[in-house]
C-alpha cells in the first residue's frame, strides 16, 4: 500500500514501486509523512494488512488502485471477496480500462472514477459503469457539472479539501463524499 509511484518521497529507498519486490520494499521504511515520527521503523502494508486495521477501527476501506493492467483487478477482488466487511469498500482509480473491468468483475462495489475534470464524456463513463465521480475541487468548471452529474444519478466526491470555505460550498451542492489531508474545525 503506497500512494506514490516511487518510493523516493516516503521511504529511506528509491526506486519505482512496480519494479520493487515486497522483500525489497519491506528492508526500507516509511520515514517521511504527517506524524511519522510516532511509529519509528514502520513498513509498507499489504492490501490484507491495511484491511486488518480497517476492520480493527470498523472503518471503511478507500482504495486507490494506482497501476497494474485491467486483467489484474480480479486479484484486487478476490483479495476483497475473501472477507466479510462490516463497511463494505470503496475502490477508486483514474484509469477508464480499470474501472470498466472492475465493474465487469463486479456489479455491486462502489467504485468512483476519478477525474480532474467533469466533462459530458466522464458524466457518460460513469453512466455506462454505474460508478460515481471524484473530482478535483480545485477546477471552477466542475462546479458547474455538479447538479448535471446528480441528475443523472451519479454520486459526487472530491479530494484533497483541505479549505473550510471549499468544504461548505461542496457540502451545499450536496456532495457526498470529501477527503482532505486534515480534520477541519
Keep these: 500500500m503506497i500512494h506514490d509511484d516511487t518510493v523516493d518521497r516516503t521511504m529511506s529507498g528509491t526506486g519505482e514501486v512496480s519494479n520493487l519486490t515486497y522483500s525489497e520494499l519491506l528492508e526500507m521504511t516509511i520515514d517521511e509523512g504527517n506524524g511519522i515520527e510516532n511509529y519509528p521503523a514502520l513498513k509498507i502494508s499489504t492490501l490484507d494488512e491495511a484491511l486488518d486495521i480497517c476492520e480493527k477501527y470498523s472503518m471503511r476501506a478507500m482504495i486507490e488502485i494506482k497501476g497494474g493492467e485491467p486483467e489484474d483487478m480480479k486479484g484486487v477482488l478476490d483479495i476483497l471477496g475473501k472477507r466479510e466487511f462490516e463497511k463494505e469498500p470503496l475502490i477508486i482509480d483514474f484509469n477508464e480500462d480499470r474501472v ?14 476519478l477525474v480532474n475534470k467533469i466533462e459530458d464524456d466522464t458524466i457518460e ?4 459503469n454505474k460508478t460515481g465521480i471524484g473530482f478535483n475541487f480545485g477546477i471552477p468548471k466542475n462546479y458547474f457539472r455538479i447538479k448535471e452529474a446528480q441528475s443523472e444519478g451519479i454520486t459526487l466526491a472530491s479530494w484533497t479539501v483541505d479549505f473550510l470555505p471549499v468544504l461548505d460550498i461542496l457540502v451545499a451542492l450536496d456532495v457526498k ?7 477541519l474545525p
Design 100 to 113: 470498466s473491468a472492475l465493474r465487469e468483475l463486479d456489479k455491486e462495489i462502489e467504485i468512483w472514477y
Design 125 to 128: 463513463f460513469a453512466k455506462e
Design 177 to 183: 463524499y470529501i477527503t482532505t489531508n486534515r480534520i
